[in-house]
């Protein structure tokens, strides 16, 4: 019982980058928390790509917002 706890917490604690858009219509990166972008992109695509391969080097997730209508976003967890 005490190892699947541990492993929650390891879970919980484990990076995570979020994709949205701006007003402006740019794709920003943010780290979990962060108040700052990253990086900012002209389309979804550049970002996706950009933050999906930087969440593999870290062993980060990944979660994007969506843009338009309802659950538009998904869940990354490379």
């Not at 019982?1 to 484990?14: G, Y």
């Not at 794709?27 to 970002?47: D, M, R, Y």
């Not at 980060?60 to 338009?68: C, M, R, T």
């Amino acid at each position: 019982m005490a190892e699947v706890i541990e492993e929650e917490k390891k879970r919980a604690a484990k990076k995570m980058y979020h994709i949205a858009k701006r007003e402006d219509g740019k794709w920003q990166v943010k780290f979990a928390g962060g108040s700052k972008a990253i990086k900012l992109f002209n389309t979804k695509a550049e970002a996706v790509a950009y933050t999906e391969n930087m969440a593999t080097n870290q062993d980060a997730g990944v979660l994007i917002h969506p843009s338009k209508g309802k659950n538009k976003g998904r869940f990354s967890n490379k």
